[in-house]
């Protein structure tokens, strides 16, 4: 379900939740049109992910329940893991700078992939089609 290569289509608070996270509003505003592209390869319990933004382009590895470290395009430090909850990734990282934690989840619903984020109480969505 959750294979092929998905562009970010919209945002649903992204931008309150990006400020919860402390990103200045220059940062904020070009984060927005970041173009997010996330190729996923699941195999069993393991992934390979490839994301590729006006940012930056990176690939990761990562098998469920197994944690790994992770940095967003601000240089910011997460380390946690993703879990399958029946078909949902659910995922659990905690802030490196500052301990606080940031849950994320993923699910396909009508051809779409639904990304949640939720980080000191502010839940914001990324809506990705298949591309
Ligand atoms: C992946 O599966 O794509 C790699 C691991 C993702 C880890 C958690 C992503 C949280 C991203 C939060 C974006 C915050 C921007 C302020």
């Known amino acids: 379900t959750f294979n092929g290569t998905w ?3 919209r945002n649903d608070n992204y931008e ?10 220059v940062k ?30 990176l690939e990761i590895d990562f098998t469920l329940g197994v944690n790994f470290e992770y940095s967003l395009a601000d240089g910011t430090e997460l380390s946690g893991s993703w879990a399958m909850e ?5 995922g ?4 490196k700078d500052n301990g606080n934690l940031l849950t994320t989840t993923r699910t396909v619903q009508n051809d779409e992939l639904i990304q949640s984020y939720s980080y ?11 591309s």
């Open 16 to 25: 309150k939740f990006m400020e919860k996270m402390g990103i200045n509003m």
């Open 28 to 57: 904020r505003k070009l984060a927005a049109h970041d173009g997010l592209k996330i190729t996923i390869q699941q195999n069993g319990d393991k992934f390979h992910v490839k994301e590729s933004s006006n940012f930056r382009t």
């Open 120 to 130: 000191e109480g502010v839940d914001a969505k990324r809506i990705f089609k298949k």
């Open 92 to 95: 659990t990282f905690t802030r």
């Open 86 to 90: 029946g078909d949902m990734m659910k």
């Open 7 to 9: 562009k970010v289509d």
